[in-house]
């Protein structure tokens, strides 16, 4: 189970973008994660007539290293870290390390 999962509501902990919030989009194998509207590149897209592709600069999210981001806690409002634990039912869940308060529902 990972510690920030996809849909998740993550701050920049350092970088130019730190402080900033955003939303998962997607986490990559190599343990970096895309987090919507932060960590903006522009890429010169190069013109392919055959796939009808014009070219131009487009933005677009850059990956993060998952250490540089936190989820974000709403009832501190603040980053927090996570932990993991096994309920009496048996399901694993994730935890705030500060409150105790459990993520997943």
């Avoid at 796939?51 to 974000?72: C, D, F, M, R, Y």
Wanted: overall charge positive; glycine content about 10%.
């Amino acid at each position: 189970m990972q510690k920030i999962r996809k849909g998740d509501t993550v701050v920049i902990t350092t970088g130019r973008d730190k402080g900033r919030t955003g939303t998962v989009v997607n986490i990559l194998a190599s343990g970096r994660v895309l987090v919507e509207n932060v960590n903006m590149v522009k890429k010169h897209q190069r013109p392919n007539p055959a796939k009808g592709v014009t070219g131009a600069i487009v933005q677009k999210e850059a990956p993060l290293h998952l250490s540089n981001v936190a989820l974000w806690n709403p009832a501190t409002k603040k980053a927090d870290r996570v932990g993991r634990k096994l309920l009496e039912d048996g399901r694993k869940v994730r935890y705030f390390k500060s409150n105790g308060e459990v993520v997943d529902s």
